[in-house]
Nanobody
């Protein structure tokens, strides 16, 4: 069974930055489109950034220009650089394949204080 492990979350003030990292067992990051998703309290999980097998990236309007998704195939990791963080970005962040996610990992909590 594929295992996804997210890390890098934390508490940051508005305007700050964080970099999230996701490592997976097997080669799913290397050979699949990957996404970073987030789920805020009381809200549905949403896709905020996606990178295709070929490296094309897409972002939700709410994070466009502030977040950057990247993949390191050699290390089998996918990262999310988050700048200019806002309190509305507070959520648990997950990585997974896209558009069809597999089993979810534990996620990493991002809390942005105002």
């Amino acid at each position: 069974q594929v295992q996804l492990v997210e890390s890098g979350g934390g508490l940051v003030q508005a305007g700050g930055s964080l970099t999230l990292s996701c490592v997976a067992s097997g080669s799913i990051i290397r050979f699949n489109a990957m996404g970073w998703y987030r789920q805020a309290p009381g809200k549905q999980r949403e896709l905020v950034a996606r990178i295709t097998y070929g490296g094309t990236t897409n972002y939700a309007d709410s994070v466009k220009g502030r977040f950057t998704i990247s993949r390191d195939s050699a290390k089998n990791t996918v990262n999310l650089q988050m700048n200019s963080l806002e309190p509305e970005d507070t959520a648990v962040y997950y990585c997974n394949t896209s558009p069809i996610p597999r089993a979810w990992g534990q996620g990493t909590q991002v809390t942005v204080s105002s």
